[in-house]
């Protein structure tokens, strides 16, 4: 589950998954709702993000900041996520304005206030992003 929490300037969201795999699908939901509200994305590009990081909330802020880094370079949307063994490959495709209506558009993830924690039923995590 997510949903936008009220912030004064920005973006600021909640994301939930019962574990790590969950709430990377979870970001790649929100990011496609951001980016194209809810335009249809289709899997048809394969792309994987290394986690690397000293712990788990490091590696889903980089997991998170690679989407929105791909979604700002080139155009991907992401559809899709499956988490592997060090990585979680991500499918989607690459804006197409025939059938892509941009929504937002998203500078940045920033650091400011992020929240990563365990909770009784998982996961959650809160992420502002700059427009």
Same mark, same amino acid.
């Given at each position: 589950?997510?949903?936008?929490?009220?912030?004064?300037?920005?973006?600021?969201?909640?994301?939930?998954?019962?574990?790590?795999?969950?709430?990377?699908?979870?970001?790649?939901? *929100?990011?496609?709702?951001?980016?194209?509200? &809810?335009?249809? /994305?289709?899997? @048809?590009? !394969? =792309?994987?993000? $290394?986690?690397?990081?000293?712990?788990?909330?490091?590696?889903?802020?980089?997991?998170?900041?690679?989407?929105?880094?791909?979604?700002?370079?080139?155009?991907? *949307?992401?559809?899709?996520?499956?988490?592997? &063994?060090?990585? /979680?490959?991500? @499918?989607? !495709? =690459?804006?197409? $304005?025939?059938?892509?209506?941009?929504?937002?558009?998203?500078?940045?993830?920033?650091?400011?206030?992020?929240?990563?924690?365990?909770?009784?039923?998982?996961?959650?995590?809160?992420?502002?992003?700059?427009?």
């Amino acid at each position: 589950m997510h949903r936008l929490l009220e912030h004064t300037a920005d973006l600021r969201a909640e994301l939930t998954g019962a574990d790590f795999g969950a709430l990377c699908g979870e970001a790649v939901a *929100l990011l496609r709702e951001l980016l194209v509200g &809810d335009c249809r /994305v289709e899997p @048809r590009e !394969e =792309r994987r993000v $290394a986690l690397a990081g000293p712990d788990e909330a490091e590696r889903f802020f980089r997991f998170v900041r690679e989407l929105v880094y791909w979604a700002d370079a080139d155009g991907f *949307l992401p559809a899709a996520c499956a988490k592997e &063994d060090g990585a /979680v490959s991500v @499918r989607g !495709e =690459r804006f197409d $304005a025939s059938r892509h209506a941009v929504d937002r558009q998203i500078k940045a993830l920033t650091r400011h206030h992020f929240v990563f924690e365990r909770t009784a039923g998982g996961l959650r995590a809160e992420l502002i992003f700059d427009l």
